[in-house]
């Protein structure tokens, strides 16, 4: 015979109630025939120096690997990501369709300088422009370049030439 411990959690009326957690509302389209509904494999990855810190990312260089990005992802570490390359440089903009993670993006210079900083919602279908013109973007996890001081000037080291396609 052992000695059994039951833990229980009670809610006493004198005790606060939890705050509410503000939610989005986010409207999804359903998939049109012929688009993924999984995550695509990992792609091949590179090292960027980013503020003087590491990031290792898949190379999404493709129209399909672009169009795919992160999207079904259950899980991006801290210091991964993803950098999307163009074949040319102009005003960009992403959205989060059927991305899970909540996911930070910088637009990037075709000489490595980032364009603009910003932090995007999961499942969104609004627009995040990149405020100009820009031959990469680069997700990291949401708060990532802000925790190591990311902002709009700062320079990208170690990005692949530009896409062919």
């Not at 930070?104 to 995007?120: F, P, T």
Request: charged share 20%; aromatic share 6%.
């Amino acid at each position: 015979s052992g000695l059994m411990l039951i833990w229980m959690a009670v809610a006493c009326a004198d005790d606060p109630a939890p705050a509410a957690v503000p939610t989005v509302p986010v409207v999804t389209t359903p998939a049109r025939p012929g688009e993924r509904t999984t995550a695509q494999p990992l792609l091949p990855t590179i090292s960027l120096l980013v503020d003087g810190t590491l990031v290792l990312a898949e190379v999404a260089d493709t129209p399909e690997e672009r169009a795919a990005g992160l999207m079904w992802r259950e899980s991006l570490e801290p210091g991964q990501g993803m950098v999307f390359v163009y074949p040319d440089s102009r005003p960009r903009s992403f959205w989060m369709k059927n991305t899970l993670l909540p996911l930070s993006i910088a637009y990037i210079s075709e000489d490595g300088v980032v364009v603009s900083v910003h932090d995007m919602v999961p499942r969104s279908e609004r627009s995040v422009p990149s405020q100009g013109a820009a031959r990469y973007a680069l997700e990291v996890p949401q708060g990532w370049l802000a925790e190591h001081g990311v902002t709009k000037g700062d320079r990208i080291e170690g990005l692949p030439g530009p896409s062919a396609k």
